[in-house]
């Protein structure tokens, strides 16, 4: 049982450039979520997507698209990469149900230069 | 604008030494609350609460809820070294924007041998 897995670990851009991360949980959960981690700032919610085919904008949006591309996968796509957008990048997902818990990917670790 | 608060912010302690963390919340139509600690990567779970005065407890972790006055304790006795990290509490509500999840900022504990 994998979990959530998100691809790729490590990235360096250039600015301008664009890039997706990728994310597959395989719990059968509705809820997934990008979240961004930088100092001081804890977790901010960029992008989540209730169910299949349903996507809303979280604290940070800007800069960013997501794709639900069905239940287990929702992408996060980088148009044009800023060096602002230098950061940890976590996918989540949740257990909506009596569980609730969420549960995240091993983070993917962006640099834009 | 429901909110989710951590204090304090950074604590450092010795082996041995018995910690305690807070964790305050504003959130509406109010579900659970969630503690998770992370270390380099990915936040993993620790607890999930949802009803008052009842002690969740894992080794020397534990952690209990008061839904009276808002907010949560994770305590840790014993500290060992292994135990530095950052401990996240999250708010979980019905309904609701940003994926129904509030998380705090967080408390980076650095245990010192």
Known sequence: ?113 | EDKVVQSPLSLVVHEGDTVTLNCSYEVTNFRSLLWYKQEKKAPTFLFMLTSSGIEKKSGRLSSILDKKELFSILNITATQTGDSAVYLCAGVRYGGSQGNLIFGKGTKLSVKP
Not at chain 1, 30 to 58: C, V
Not at chain 1, 83 to 96: G, M
Request: charged share 15%; net charge neutral; proline share 4%.
């Open chain 1, 1 to 113: 049982n994998a979990g959530v897995t998100q691809t790729p670990k490590f990235q360096v851009l250039k600015t301008g450039q664009s890039m997706t991360l990728q994310c597959a949980q395989d719990m059968n959960h509705n809820s997934m979520y990008w979240y961004r981690q930088d100092p001081g700032m804890g977790l901010r919610l960029i992008y989540y997507s209730a169910s299949e085919g349903t996507t809303d904008k979280g604290e940070v949006p800007n800069g960013y698209n997501v794709s639900r591309l069905n239940k287990r996968e929702f992408s996060l796509r980088l148009e044009s990469a800023a060096p602002s957008q230098t950061s940890v990048y976590f996918c989540a997902s949740r257990d909506t149900g009596a569980g609730n818990t969420i549960y995240f990917g091993e983070g993917s670790w962006l640099t834009v230069v």
